[in-house]
């Protein structure tokens, strides 16, 4: 039986023994949208999943950061930021693929590199002045990376050029960016100019709620293809991310969904498994957005 587009491209990818990067902009991404892939492919590629931002910064925070800690039940950003790394260091290991923490700071921390005129002394008051995304909802989450992000979109831009020198062979699988959150947007566009091989995942659980931007899908032509293989460990591969499963889940039933990859046409042509990029499914009871879960 003849595979379908999907496999048949990540067969040939993997029979090429070319790298392949993955880029996850949070500690868990990476897992909660390619855990069943990761878990396939990990066994026969060089398969180096990178993450970007897994770093916070010192106080003040802002009321979405801290309302993010609260939410968790934690006082100190670094510790979190600590066990959230062994969380991801432990579960990539289950599945045998490398590792890099490149060492950004998370949007819900960030700060521009040169702050606003006239804003230090009422920054110590109101932080918000002093950061990148002053809210969660209105900022960080509304789909758009902020002008005083120039300078990360280029460091990201510089972390890829770094993982996959040359720029000829290699893949990079990046985040399409569904759900809207600027570090997903970002990784993505500084992904779609690195002139490599690419292709995108659609984000888990956020896709589950919210569709694509079809601009981007229908400026890269691409195609969406669904991914079935290694479903079954997957729910356990997500509790591993402890501190964070507890609130994108809260209910403890993490649903089984097909992982979504969208592929140039070019790469997925002419097969059944060709579909438009997926719909939203409508009970979004277990994907809560408050406190700027990353």
Not at 45 to 71: C, D, G, I, N, W
Not at 112 to 136: C, I, K, N
Not at 263 to 282: I, M, N, S, Y
Request: with cysteine.
């Amino acid at each position: 039986m003849a595979d379908d587009p999907l496999t048949s491209f990540v067969r040939t990818v993997v029979r090429s023994d070319v790298p392949v990067l993955v880029l996850s902009p949070h500690l868990d991404d990476a897992v909660l949208s390619c855990g069943g892939l990761l878990g396939w492919a990990g066994r026969r590629a060089p398969v180096t999943v990178a993450t970007l931002f897994t770093e916070t910064a010192p106080p003040p925070y802002t009321r979405s950061a801290r309302q993010y800690l609260k939410q968790l039940g934690v006082d100190d950003a670094e510790d979190l930021y600590a066990e959230r790394r062994a969380e991801d260091r432990r579960v990539l290991e289950r599945l045998d693929v490398r590792y890099c923490h490149v060492g950004l700071v998370d949007g819900l921390f960030r700060r521009p590199a040169r702050p606003r005129p006239g804003t230090e002394r009422l920054a110590r008051l109101l932080p918000e002045l002093a950061h990148v995304y002053p809210t969660y909802r209105l900022h960080l989450s509304r789909g758009r990376v902020s002008p005083l992000d120039t300078e990360m979109l280029r460091e990201v831009g510089e972390t890829i050029d770094a993982l996959l020198p040359g720029p000829s062979g290699g893949l990079v699988l990046a985040p399409l960016g569904v759900g809207g959150h600027a570090d997903h947007i970002l990784v993505r566009d500084a992904a779609a100019k690195c002139g490599r091989r690419i292709a995108y995942y659609s984000d888990f659980p956020y896709n589950q709620r919210s569709t694509p931007d079809t601009r981007f899908t229908g400026r890269h032509h691409l195609v969406a293809r669904c991914w079935e293989r290694g479903l079954d460990r997957k729910a356990e591969l997500i509790r591993g991310y402890g501190t964070q499963a507890r609130a994108l889940f809260p209910e403890g039933l993490i649903p089984r969904a097909p992982e979504v990859y969208l592929l140039p046409e070019a790469a997925g042509k002419g097969g059944p498994g060709a579909t438009r990029p997926t719909a939203p499914r409508r009970d979004a009871r277990s994907v809560p957005t408050a406190g700027g879960v990353s």
